[in-house]
């Protein structure tokens, strides 16, 4: 009877040292389930992994397996939003060094339409406003000095063209300085509301059989 005790003693020890520690094997899981939802993905696979090969009842592994399955969809839309960022930012930081604030919002908007705001849109959104309503703390050089040079161009041509007496040529160039600026440019408007000015004068003086003289009807 002694030997049956004792070997009844022993069975139960190994029992209990084989036995399952529930409490250990959830939290585990439990802790399996929050980096999957972090979309720390790699990591909660290997958990499943092991635990499936381990001690874990099927629910646990099932359970675990449902919440990797759950999280997947989401995260990989996280990382696709993240990877279209990097892109975006870099493409806007590109422009705004350029001096192209329009180009740079249009890329930001691409972007927003498609993955909504965060901070980081909006803190980015906020400096390209800066840098519109601001245009001479820009750096000089860049597309918005490319086109201000061009423009400063095409209204000394225009204004030799006024000289000339050909005031179509001169509208015609302030019109394509007006297509050229971004929002504009108020300095072509101007000439080129002068230079049509004097061609609808010039035209009404020749219609009248008179003669048209130093920008003026004789």
């Known amino acids: ?35 999957a939802a972090d979309c720390k993905l790699g990591e909660a696979q290997g958990e499943l992994i092991a635990l499936r090969s381990g001690r874990a009842t099927a629910a646990q592994v099932a359970h675990l397996q449902a919440a990797i399955e759950q999280a997947t969809p989401r995260c990989e839309k996280k990382r696709a939003r ?7 930012q870099a493409a806007a930081e590109g422009a705004l060094d350029d001096g192209d604030a329009p180009r740079a919002l249009t890329r930001l908007n691409q972007f927003t339409r498609r993955y909504g705001e965060d901070a980081a849109t909006r803190a980015l959104k906020a400096r390209i406003g800066t840098a519109r309503e601001a245009p001479a703390r820009m750096a000089p050089s860049g597309a918005l000095a490319r086109q201000a040079q061009s423009a400063r161009q095409l209204i000394d041509e225009a204004d030799r063209d006024i000289k000339a007496g050909n005031y179509r040529a001169a509208s015609n160039r302030m019109e394509a300085c007006v297509a050229m600026i971004d929002g504009g440019s108020r300095e072509c408007a101007a000439f080129k509301v002068y230079a049509d000015r004097l061609q609808q004068s010039m035209q009404r003086c020749l219609d009248d059989g008179r003669e048209w003289v130093g920008e003026r009807c004789q």
């Open 1 to 35: 009877m002694r030997y049956w005790i004792i070997g009844l003693i022993a069975l139960w020890a190994v029992w209990l040292y084989t036995k399952p520690n529930m409490r250990k094997l959830d939290a585990r899981v439990d802790n399996a389930i929050a980096l």
């Open 82 to 88: 993240a990877s279209a960022w990097t892109e975006a």
